[in-house]
DNA sequence: GCGTAAACGAGACGGTACGTCGCGTCTTAGG
DNA sequence: CCTAAGACGCGACGTACCGTCTCGTTTACGC
């Protein structure tokens, strides 16, 4: 004799077919988890009484909790981090002053700091924090590539290394704790291109 | 009925004091545990089963797994990162090369993964994983401000920063599982001292 | 998106009219989920994966594990337990044998000892588990009865307590998995007898 | 971060051997359970949150569902289903009634149902369930044997299957859910004697 | 020199979460 | 209206660890 609930589920199946409410649903539930409870408190249990899921559609449907997590941290990408303000050393500068606030203004900084510690211990999320962290190298050296044509660098600089350092910083940052000040994003980027250009 | 072990207990009590065995006992095993099952199998368990110890001996004196953790890599930590060859671009290169490896040919490398995983739920693991980026910020600064005096570098350069940005570096190499090569080590060095100094 | 499958489904539907074809597929796989991988596996959705049918098609034509279980063995009912020898004594000992034999080198007695079970907790499936063994003790009663004209038993002797007590050794035997010897029918008919009639 | 529970646990390790008390709650639960809830709510889960006991701790020590059940029909088997009145015929009808007011009337018959539903999935409670009924039939056979002495019965009566009819009706009322009224035991008793005693 | 106190191993305990299985219901899409 | 298919919410399964507790033993130290 199964257990006959006694209230009516929220959500029913819509068929032979991934409901999208669902997914919705459970990816708003683990975001909400996540920034209320904290990586600690962030399970598959508690993600699926929020999102009044049953565990099995969660493990269907992402298979680890390092899955849900990216494909949170997916949905919450910002599209533009690069200003283009037609100076490399001040886009370098926005570009860390807006990585940062994205990161600390909004659920994104918690999530990518559970992504970083879920791949400490679980090769794919590895594979996939990496993949990201040189998605986004290759957007800030695109970035500050636009300064070789303007003649704010020569062409032998190696962009890909200077936007690695500019990533790492920032992560860095995120991952100890440290807030960066718009002052030390100026700085980093004077920094970096002292070599190059001259501050502003 | 009290249970009486087949095997005598290889350690016992050595009276009202703290026994030195048991705690390299159980530092030994941390490290052993996390290296051979990585972080996810670094359970207290699984340390007390492989150090023989009882689990309370391991809450009393540690605490939590986050403080063994400290524990283990502090007892890992190499005296001797700074190269000291007149020139601070070898030094940074060097520096580079002999973090990378320290982190990678030994246990190391795992144990200090574990810790920034560890602090992304964990408040104290956080802090404590701070202060030590910071000694080491603090470190690689004194190593580049030695080029000051000599100049190589002008004395208004930010060494802060630009060690900062050197362990930055490192670190999110060991996150994400890309190694560093010498060739990189070399070139992070040109790429950040060009402002100051010349490729060599 | 609706899934695609990769094999056409062996059946469809034929129209606004109950298949046949899917009945029996049903009633064949549940028998053999049952023999094959016992009380424990036989579950809804094994039978379904077995009979290449839909859950929701064995609910809505069986509505109870119960249900499918019944039909299944009203199936394998076999039409002649009572044999017809002349002598009361051979008889019940026959039965007994026939019985036995039946349950023994069937799917029968598995599919049986499952009824039980459930009966046990399902109420349906304990009705008709009453109903069928009064059948079944009717039955007896009816073969034994067959003595009286003959003179081997007494009229007052208490036909339905006789066969109710030959199915429950039957019936015992089953559930605790111990089988009954023909020796063993003999002497049953022989002290069940012993007041009425001589051993033959 | 561990969960720390908000109310303090009712009871506590007693050190490195087992607390009797558990024991006992759980026992007392599972038959509590089985009683009102049924056999199909007779859960591991339901049996821990009734005891206020961890699932693992039930699990290290019964293994199984079948081992609790049989624990706890162990607990409430009657010392003393013999009577002994000087009478066979008496006896036998006492002793069908006291085992079916024994079942009837206290938590011994769910349970009982219980344990034959459960050995037809399982071989472990299979093995328990054939010995118990054959420990039983072995009891009355000896109440039986009594009256061969006492000229009741003629020596060359076969007790032991006289016995294992009697259980075995019981047995089969128990199971199908009709009771046996005390002139049906009269009847049972007579029924079976009729060959060797007078009627009363 | 002897009792006390602390450290230790062991492991039981109440819990939470894990990842899986089956339940019974629902909707779709196709005959 | 029937069918196959399968998503869904749900809850139980049996297991791994968590962090706490008590036990009995062993030793050093203070009275």
């Known amino acids: 004799m199964p257990t006959r609930p006694v209230t009516q589920p929220s959500r029913r199946s819509i068929g032979a077919q991934r409901n999208p409410e669902t997914r919705d649903a459970v990816l708003d539930a683990a975001e909400q988890v996540l920034t209320e409870r904290g990586l600690s408190g962030f399970t598959i249990e508690a993600v699926a009484r929020a999102a009044r899921a ?19 941290y997916d949905r919450n990408k910002i599209a533009e981090f690069h200003p283009n303000t037609g100076s490399v050393r001040r886009d370098v500068a ?3 002053v807006n990585l940062m606030d994205h990161w600390e203004g909004s659920s994104a900084g918690p999530v990518f ?11 794919d999320a590895r594979h996939a924090l990496d993949a990201y962290l040189q998605d986004l190298s290759r957007y800030i050296a695109l970035m500050i590539g636009r ?54």
């Open 147 to 200: 300064g070789i044509p303007r003649g704010e660098l020569p062409p032998e600089a190696d962009c890909t290394l200077m936007a690695e350092m500019i990533s790492a910083l920032a992560l860095q940052r995120l991952l100890s704790g440290r807030s960066l000040s718009v002052k030390e994003a100026g700085l980093t980027a004077d920094t970096l291109l002292a070599g190059f250009t001259q501050p502003a």
């Open 113 to 123: 700091r559970s992504i970083v510690a879920e791949a400490q211990a679980n090769a």
């Open 94 to 96: 926005g570009l860390l």
């Open 54 to 72: 049953g565990k099995p559609t969660i493990y269907k449907w992402w298979g680890s909790k390092a899955a849900l997590l990216l494909e949170v």
